[in-house]
């Protein structure tokens, strides 16, 4: 089982649809969880994060992190063609010298007007 | 503003050739990393430093090296390129202190012949 899960899509929604992004982990340890978007040709920069459990808000995108079913989501409210990218979750257990994120493979979005 | 910069935004190489990828940054980022993107594979950890001349092997480092002389640079060697090196390359760079917010550069498209 890979430690990090994420369905690829591709996932096609018109414009103003609300869309869930998910991902599974398999490792209790993580406490950090992040979302990067990429938009083609580009590298991913980093949209939301969140420490352990709880949800977290900015603008029309919140986090929701569960870790009793190691499960992440990410949610896009009134979904704008400018939000067509791939967007990948990335998570660590620790915050120090040595660790590196661990990333999902990352789930393409296509906003449609 | 961060900036993390690639030394070629494309590159084709003969197979057995030596190629050397170069990756600054600016921000005074102790952690830099290497990553390639294939489709369907995602983002996979070649390499990544949270020093100079600190090395710590990542998920798939077998026919790579990597050095870090200065902290701003972090080169990606291909000591043999083979074809199924062919992949885009991704340099990332963050602080310690920070690790979930990792700044990529725009990648290097890299055709091994």
């Known amino acids: 089982q890979k430690e990090v899960e994420q369905d690829p899509g591709p996932l096609s929604v018109p414009e103003g649809a609300i869309v869930s992004l998910n991902c599974t982990y398999s490792n209790s340890a993580f406490q950090y969880f992040m979302w990067y978007r990429q938009y083609s040709r580009k590298g991913p920069e980093l949209l939301m994060y969140t420490y352990s459990s709880g949800n977290k808000e900015d603008g029309r995108f919140t986090a929701q992190v569960d870790k009793s079913s190691k499960y992440i989501s990410l949610f896009i409210r009134d979904s704008q063609p400018s939000d067509s990218a791939t967007y990948l979750c990335a998570m660590t257990p620790v915050n120090q010298a040595g660790t590196a994120l661990i990333f999902g493979k990352g789930t393409t979005l296509s906003v449609s007007s | 503003d961060v900036k993390v910069t690639q030394s070629s935004r494309y590159l084709v190489k003969r197979t057995g050739e030596k190629v050397f990828l170069e990756c600054v940054q600016d921000m005074d980022h102790e952690n830099m990393f290497w990553y390639r993107q294939d489709p369907g594979l995602g983002l996979r950890l070649i390499y990544f430093?949270?020093?100079?001349?600190?090395?710590e092997k990542g998920d798939i480092p077998e026919g790579y090296s990597v050095s870090r002389e200065k902290k701003e640079r972090f080169s990606l060697i291909l000591e043999s390129a083979s074809t199924n090196q062919t992949s885009m390359y991704l340099c990332?760079?963050?602080?310690?202190?920070?690790?979930?917010?990792?700044?990529f550069g725009p990648g290097t498209r890299l055709l091994v012949l």
């Open positions: 430093s949270y020093d100079v001349k600190m090395k």
């Open positions: 990332a760079s963050s602080f310690i202190r920070d690790q979930e917010t990792q700044y």
